[in-house]
Protein backbone atom coordinates (compact mmCIF):
# COMPACT_ATOMS: atom_id res chain seq x y z
CA UNK A 1 0.00 0.00 0.00
CA UNK A 2 1.50 3.72 -0.84
CA UNK A 3 3.23 4.89 2.08
CA UNK A 4 0.50 7.23 4.58
CA UNK A 5 2.17 9.81 7.41
CA UNK A 6 -0.25 10.70 10.13
CA UNK A 7 0.53 13.30 12.38
CA UNK A 8 -0.18 13.17 16.23
CA UNK A 9 0.73 9.58 15.73
CA UNK A 10 1.89 9.55 19.75
CA UNK A 11 -1.33 10.83 20.78
CA UNK A 12 -4.56 9.41 21.88
CA UNK A 13 -6.31 8.64 18.55
CA UNK A 14 -3.31 8.76 16.74
CA UNK A 15 -1.96 6.05 18.38
CA UNK A 16 -5.31 4.03 17.84
CA UNK A 17 -5.18 5.02 13.91
CA UNK A 18 -1.60 3.86 13.95
CA UNK A 19 -2.83 0.49 14.99
CA UNK A 20 -5.62 0.38 12.36
CA UNK A 21 -3.58 1.17 9.61
CA UNK A 22 -0.60 -1.29 10.04
CA UNK A 23 -3.46 -3.55 10.58
CA UNK A 24 -4.54 -2.63 6.99
CA UNK A 25 -1.50 -3.34 5.78
CA UNK A 26 -0.35 0.14 5.38
CA UNK A 27 3.05 1.86 5.31
CA UNK A 28 3.33 3.74 7.89
CA UNK A 29 4.98 7.23 9.25
CA UNK A 30 4.44 8.42 12.27
CA UNK A 31 4.78 12.12 13.23
CA UNK A 32 5.37 12.48 16.76
CA UNK A 33 6.67 15.28 18.66
CA UNK A 34 10.40 15.73 18.92
CA UNK A 35 11.53 15.60 22.56
CA UNK A 36 14.53 14.68 24.30
CA UNK A 37 13.34 11.60 26.04
CA UNK A 38 13.33 10.12 22.38
CA UNK A 39 9.52 9.12 23.66
CA UNK A 40 7.05 7.37 21.29
CA UNK A 41 3.59 8.70 23.11
CA UNK A 42 1.29 6.06 22.98
CA UNK A 43 2.98 4.36 20.55
CA UNK A 44 5.05 2.82 23.45
CA UNK A 45 2.22 0.40 24.47
CA UNK A 46 1.67 -0.68 20.93
CA UNK A 47 2.49 -4.33 20.23
CA UNK A 48 6.28 -5.00 19.06
CA UNK A 49 4.90 -5.61 15.64
CA UNK A 50 2.85 -2.26 15.70
CA UNK A 51 6.44 -0.48 16.94
CA UNK A 52 8.42 -2.83 14.06
CA UNK A 53 6.38 -2.01 11.15
CA UNK A 54 6.16 1.63 11.15
CA UNK A 55 8.59 4.56 10.26
CA UNK A 56 9.32 7.07 13.28
CA UNK A 57 9.72 10.77 12.26
CA UNK A 58 10.36 13.54 15.18
CA UNK A 59 9.60 16.82 14.69
CA UNK A 60 6.99 19.47 15.02
CA UNK A 61 3.99 20.52 12.55
CA UNK A 62 5.37 24.28 13.48
CA UNK A 63 8.72 23.48 11.26
CA UNK A 64 7.70 24.00 7.65
CA UNK A 65 11.12 22.20 6.73
CA UNK A 66 10.29 19.37 9.31
CA UNK A 67 6.71 18.87 7.80
CA UNK A 68 8.21 18.82 4.16
CA UNK A 69 10.30 16.58 5.28
CA UNK A 70 7.69 13.97 6.90
CA UNK A 71 5.06 14.82 3.80
CA UNK A 72 7.70 13.98 0.83
CA UNK A 73 6.56 10.46 -0.30
CA UNK A 74 3.89 9.92 1.16
CA UNK A 75 0.24 9.45 -0.81
CA UNK A 76 -1.81 9.74 2.12
CA UNK A 77 -1.50 12.20 5.26
CA UNK A 78 -3.96 11.63 8.40
CA UNK A 79 -3.24 15.37 9.66
CA UNK A 80 -4.26 14.87 13.61
CA UNK A 81 -1.19 17.12 15.17
CA UNK A 82 -2.62 19.83 17.31
CA UNK A 83 -2.81 21.67 20.83
CA UNK A 84 -6.23 20.37 22.43
CA UNK A 85 -6.90 21.23 26.09
CA UNK A 86 -9.32 23.90 26.38
CA UNK A 87 -8.60 25.07 29.61
CA UNK A 88 -4.57 25.33 28.66
CA UNK A 89 -5.91 27.51 25.36
CA UNK A 90 -6.85 30.19 28.03
CA UNK A 91 -3.55 30.37 29.06
CA UNK A 92 -1.21 29.73 26.25
CA UNK A 93 -3.52 31.27 23.16
CA UNK A 94 -0.54 32.09 21.13
CA UNK A 95 0.86 28.13 21.34
CA UNK A 96 -2.74 26.86 19.84
CA UNK A 97 -1.97 29.69 17.08
CA UNK A 98 1.20 28.28 15.98
CA UNK A 99 0.55 24.52 16.37
CA UNK A 100 -3.13 23.83 15.18
CA UNK A 101 -2.81 27.21 12.43
CA UNK A 102 0.00 27.47 11.16
CA UNK A 103 0.70 23.28 11.93
CA UNK A 104 -2.06 23.24 9.30
CA UNK A 105 -0.72 25.39 7.24
CA UNK A 106 2.47 23.27 6.33
CA UNK A 107 0.97 20.03 6.05
CA UNK A 108 -1.61 21.74 3.40
CA UNK A 109 1.47 23.20 1.44
CA UNK A 110 3.47 20.39 1.92
CA UNK A 111 0.68 18.00 0.37
CA UNK A 112 0.18 20.58 -2.66
CA UNK A 113 3.77 20.87 -3.09
CA UNK A 114 4.40 17.36 -3.21
CA UNK A 115 0.86 16.06 -4.65
CA UNK A 116 -0.22 13.85 -2.26
CA UNK A 117 -3.26 12.06 -2.65
CA UNK A 118 -5.30 12.82 0.10
CA UNK A 119 -5.07 15.13 3.45
CA UNK A 120 -7.66 13.95 6.08
CA UNK A 121 -7.85 17.29 8.56
CA UNK A 122 -9.16 16.85 12.16
CA UNK A 123 -11.75 19.31 13.21
CA UNK A 124 -13.82 19.65 16.23
CA UNK A 125 -17.20 19.69 17.40
CA UNK A 126 -15.83 22.55 19.81
CA UNK A 127 -16.38 24.59 16.48
CA UNK A 128 -19.78 24.84 16.55
CA UNK A 129 -20.25 26.50 19.93
CA UNK A 130 -23.52 25.72 21.99
CA UNK A 131 -26.08 24.15 19.75
CA UNK A 132 -28.29 26.35 18.22
CA UNK A 133 -30.66 23.57 16.66
CA UNK A 134 -29.95 20.34 17.34
CA UNK A 135 -28.85 17.74 15.93
CA UNK A 136 -26.05 19.54 14.80
CA UNK A 137 -25.18 19.13 11.10
CA UNK A 138 -22.39 20.31 8.93
CA UNK A 139 -23.73 23.45 8.06
CA UNK A 140 -24.80 24.54 11.69
CA UNK A 141 -22.91 27.88 12.01
CA UNK A 142 -19.36 28.15 13.76
CA UNK A 143 -19.03 29.87 16.47
CA UNK A 144 -16.10 28.77 18.69
CA UNK A 145 -16.18 29.90 22.38
CA UNK A 146 -12.46 29.19 23.62
CA UNK A 147 -9.32 30.39 21.65
CA UNK A 148 -8.76 26.31 21.36
CA UNK A 149 -11.74 26.28 19.04
CA UNK A 150 -11.72 29.46 17.10
CA UNK A 151 -8.15 28.42 16.04
CA UNK A 152 -9.71 24.80 15.06
CA UNK A 153 -11.77 27.02 12.97
CA UNK A 154 -9.02 28.89 11.49
CA UNK A 155 -6.77 25.19 10.77
CA UNK A 156 -10.19 23.88 9.08
CA UNK A 157 -10.80 26.68 6.95
CA UNK A 158 -7.09 26.97 6.14
CA UNK A 159 -7.47 23.73 5.12
CA UNK A 160 -10.77 23.84 3.07
CA UNK A 161 -9.38 27.36 1.19
CA UNK A 162 -6.49 25.08 -0.36
CA UNK A 163 -8.58 22.64 -1.77
CA UNK A 164 -10.17 25.90 -3.14
CA UNK A 165 -7.74 27.60 -4.51
CA UNK A 166 -5.22 24.69 -5.13
CA UNK A 167 -7.49 21.49 -5.44
CA UNK A 168 -5.34 20.05 -2.35
CA UNK A 169 -7.15 16.67 -1.91
CA UNK A 170 -8.83 17.73 1.51
CA UNK A 171 -11.19 16.27 3.77
CA UNK A 172 -12.13 17.92 7.17
CA UNK A 173 -13.46 15.34 9.57
CA UNK A 174 -15.41 16.96 12.83
CA UNK A 175 -15.08 14.27 15.40
CA UNK A 176 -17.61 14.84 18.63
CA UNK A 177 -15.58 14.20 21.63
CA UNK A 178 -14.06 11.03 21.34
CA UNK A 179 -13.37 9.16 24.52
CA UNK A 180 -11.24 5.41 25.47
CA UNK A 181 -8.09 3.91 26.20
CA UNK A 182 -5.21 6.61 26.65
CA UNK A 183 -7.30 9.62 26.63
CA UNK A 184 -6.28 12.24 28.68
CA UNK A 185 -6.86 13.15 32.05
CA UNK A 186 -8.41 16.40 31.05
CA UNK A 187 -10.94 14.95 29.60
CA UNK A 188 -14.30 14.23 31.83
CA UNK A 189 -14.42 10.52 31.15
CA UNK A 190 -10.61 9.82 32.34
CA UNK A 191 -10.87 12.43 34.68
CA UNK A 192 -13.91 10.31 36.64
CA UNK A 193 -12.75 7.19 36.04
CA UNK A 194 -9.30 8.01 37.68
CA UNK A 195 -10.51 9.72 40.87
CA UNK A 196 -13.19 6.94 41.52
CA UNK A 197 -10.20 4.29 40.98
CA UNK A 198 -7.88 6.25 43.42
CA UNK A 199 -10.66 7.54 46.10
CA UNK A 200 -11.35 3.80 46.86
CA UNK A 201 -14.95 3.13 48.01
CA UNK A 202 -15.19 7.12 48.66
CA UNK A 203 -17.35 8.00 45.79
CA UNK A 204 -15.67 11.54 45.88
CA UNK A 205 -15.39 13.38 42.29
CA UNK A 206 -14.56 16.68 41.52
CA UNK A 207 -16.07 18.64 38.62
CA UNK A 208 -16.84 21.77 36.72
CA UNK A 209 -20.12 21.68 35.50
CA UNK A 210 -22.23 18.84 35.05
CA UNK A 211 -25.34 20.23 32.91
CA UNK A 212 -23.57 20.33 29.63
CA UNK A 213 -24.34 17.56 26.75
CA UNK A 214 -22.07 15.92 24.63
CA UNK A 215 -22.11 12.87 22.04
CA UNK A 216 -19.46 10.82 23.38
CA UNK A 217 -17.92 8.52 20.35
CA UNK A 218 -15.77 5.68 20.94
CA UNK A 219 -11.86 6.17 19.83
CA UNK A 220 -12.41 3.15 17.03
CA UNK A 221 -15.69 4.19 16.15
CA UNK A 222 -13.83 7.91 15.32
CA UNK A 223 -10.64 6.16 13.66
CA UNK A 224 -12.57 3.83 11.21
CA UNK A 225 -14.17 7.45 10.30
CA UNK A 226 -10.80 9.05 9.74
CA UNK A 227 -10.06 5.91 7.87
CA UNK A 228 -13.88 5.70 5.39
CA UNK A 229 -13.27 9.60 4.79
CA UNK A 230 -9.56 8.67 3.18
CA UNK A 231 -10.56 6.40 0.64
CA UNK A 232 -14.15 8.28 -0.54
CA UNK A 233 -13.16 10.32 -3.20
CA UNK A 234 -16.97 12.34 -2.99
CA UNK A 235 -15.14 12.96 0.78
CA UNK A 236 -13.15 15.84 -1.01
CA UNK A 237 -13.54 19.28 -0.57
CA UNK A 238 -16.70 18.24 2.57
CA UNK A 239 -16.66 18.45 5.96
CA UNK A 240 -18.33 15.46 7.36
CA UNK A 241 -18.97 14.52 11.39
CA UNK A 242 -18.37 11.81 13.65
CA UNK A 243 -20.65 11.24 16.13
CA UNK A 244 -23.02 8.96 17.94
CA UNK A 245 -26.29 10.82 17.20
CA UNK A 246 -26.81 10.31 21.33
CA UNK A 247 -26.82 12.80 23.68
CA UNK A 248 -26.03 12.52 27.57
CA UNK A 249 -24.80 15.40 30.27
CA UNK A 250 -21.71 15.49 31.67
CA UNK A 251 -23.60 14.81 35.22
CA UNK A 252 -24.99 11.87 33.62
CA UNK A 253 -22.21 10.44 32.83
CA UNK A 254 -19.91 10.64 35.99
CA UNK A 255 -23.57 8.48 37.43
CA UNK A 256 -23.09 5.84 34.34
CA UNK A 257 -19.45 5.16 35.41
CA UNK A 258 -19.55 5.25 39.16
CA UNK A 259 -22.97 2.68 37.87
CA UNK A 260 -20.43 0.36 36.26
CA UNK A 261 -17.15 0.42 38.80
CA UNK A 262 -19.84 -0.27 41.24
CA UNK A 263 -18.96 2.81 43.83
CA UNK A 264 -21.04 5.57 44.69
CA UNK A 265 -21.07 8.99 43.64
CA UNK A 266 -20.37 12.28 45.10
CA UNK A 267 -19.66 15.16 43.03
CA UNK A 268 -18.16 18.33 44.07
CA UNK A 269 -18.49 21.13 41.84
CA UNK A 270 -14.25 22.76 42.10
CA UNK A 271 -14.52 26.45 40.29
CA UNK A 272 -10.43 25.83 39.01
CA UNK A 273 -12.56 23.64 36.46
CA UNK A 274 -15.15 25.62 35.20
CA UNK A 275 -14.93 26.93 31.99
CA UNK A 276 -15.89 31.06 31.70
CA UNK A 277 -19.59 31.52 31.48
CA UNK A 278 -19.78 32.54 27.95
CA UNK A 279 -17.11 29.86 27.26
CA UNK A 280 -19.05 26.56 28.16
CA UNK A 281 -20.58 24.90 25.26
CA UNK A 282 -23.86 23.73 27.24
CA UNK A 283 -24.59 21.21 24.18
CA UNK A 284 -23.45 19.28 21.39
CA UNK A 285 -25.74 16.44 20.03
CA UNK A 286 -24.09 15.12 16.44
CA UNK A 287 -26.14 14.52 13.28
CA UNK A 288 -23.98 12.14 11.36
CA UNK A 289 -26.36 11.41 8.74
CA UNK A 290 -23.84 12.72 6.10
CA UNK A 291 -21.11 10.30 7.30
CA UNK A 292 -22.93 7.40 6.87
CA UNK A 293 -24.55 8.39 3.46
CA UNK A 294 -21.16 9.89 2.39
CA UNK A 295 -18.98 7.74 3.73
CA UNK A 296 -20.42 4.40 4.20
CA UNK A 297 -19.47 4.83 7.97
CA UNK A 298 -21.73 3.99 11.41
CA UNK A 299 -20.57 3.74 14.63
CA UNK A 300 -20.35 0.60 16.54
CA UNK A 301 -20.87 1.71 19.93
CA UNK A 302 -23.87 3.65 19.25
CA UNK A 303 -27.24 4.62 22.08
CA UNK A 304 -27.33 4.01 25.63
CA UNK A 305 -26.17 0.31 25.01
CA UNK A 306 -23.04 1.32 22.76
CA UNK A 307 -22.17 3.95 24.86
CA UNK A 308 -22.20 1.79 28.33
CA UNK A 309 -20.33 -0.68 26.34
CA UNK A 310 -17.81 1.66 24.97
CA UNK A 311 -17.34 2.96 29.20
CA UNK A 312 -17.28 -0.57 30.42
CA UNK A 313 -13.42 -1.54 27.78
CA UNK A 314 -12.22 2.24 28.25
CA UNK A 315 -12.91 1.48 32.46
CA UNK A 316 -11.58 -2.11 31.99
CA UNK A 317 -7.97 -0.49 30.54
CA UNK A 318 -7.77 2.50 33.34
CA UNK A 319 -7.82 0.09 35.95
CA UNK A 320 -4.95 -2.05 34.62
CA UNK A 321 -2.44 -1.07 37.09
CA UNK A 322 0.19 -0.33 34.21
CA UNK A 323 -2.05 2.23 33.03
CA UNK A 324 -3.66 3.36 36.21
CA UNK A 325 0.58 4.27 37.45
CA UNK A 326 0.34 6.78 34.36
CA UNK A 327 -2.12 9.27 35.96
CA UNK A 328 -2.58 11.81 38.14
CA UNK A 329 -5.53 11.76 39.82
CA UNK A 330 -5.03 13.93 42.62
CA UNK A 331 -3.86 17.40 40.78
CA UNK A 332 -6.44 19.09 37.76
CA UNK A 333 -4.41 18.80 34.64
CA UNK A 334 -5.74 21.29 31.93
Known amino acids: ?31 VEYNSLGSWGWLEQSSAHVRDS ?34 YSYLAPESYVD ?28 VYGTAQRVPI ?5 LNPQSPYAATKVGADQIALSYYRSFGTPVTVVRPFNTYGPRQSARAVIPTVITQLAA ?23 T ?29 DTASLIAEIMGIPLHIETEDQ ?8 VERLWCDNSKAIDLLGWAPAYSGYTGFRRGLSETIDWFLRDENHAGYKAEIYNV
Not at 107 to 122: C, K, L, P, S
Not at 137 to 141: G, N, R
Open 223 to 251: VDGFRAAAACDAALGEVVNLGTNFEISIG
Open 1 to 31: MPKVLVTGAGGFIGSHLVEQLVGQGADVRAF
Open 137 to 141: DEDHP
Open 54 to 87: IEIFSGDVRDSHAVRQAVQGCHTVFHLAALIGIP
Open 273 to 280: RLRPDASE
Open 199 to 221: GGQAGSVKLGATQPTRDFTYVGD
Open 99 to 126: TNITGTLNIVQAATDFGVGRVVHTSTSE
